[in-house]
């Protein structure tokens, strides 16, 4: 079983920047791949970005460019830098874990964009 918690959300305006972090229970070099997806109200759960345990990183066309995702093993977290900041990013935002043949989500954080 792994626990995953996020932190790091809340209201920011247009243009600004958040840092999102997701601190799991167990070492992370056991997990083959950490990510962050998100929600919107009346929407699916898309992904946004993900972080392999080799460190190669994939993202969404609409963040690429904005987003960072890193990750420190001494910390067993994972961070998702967002800047340059949309209204459109507005969403609730869940850490995702998979071990083989398992997959575990963190409880959400909200994010909101707003002026």
């Known amino acids: 079983q792994v626990q995953l918690v996020e932190s790091g959300g809340g209201l920011v305006q247009p243009g600004g920047s958040l840092r999102l972090s997701c601190a799991a229970s167990?070492?992370?070099?056991?997990?083959?791949?950490m990510g962050w997806y998100r929600q919107a109200p009346g929407k699916q759960r898309d992904l946004v970005a993900v972080?392999?345990?080799?460190?190669?990183?994939h993202f969404a066309d609409s963040v690429k460019d904005r987003f960072t995702i890193s990750r420190d093993n001494a910390k067993n977290t994972v961070y998702l830098q967002m800047n340059s900041l949309k209204p459109e990013d507005t969403a609730v935002y869940y850490c995702?874990?998979?071990?083989?043949?398992?997959?575990?989500w963190g409880q959400g954080t909200q994010v909101t964009v707003s002026s």
């Open positions: 972080i392999t345990s080799g460190g190669s990183t």
């Open positions: 995702n874990a998979v071990v083989y043949p398992a997959d575990y």
């Open positions: 167990i070492r992370i070099f056991s997990i083959n791949v």
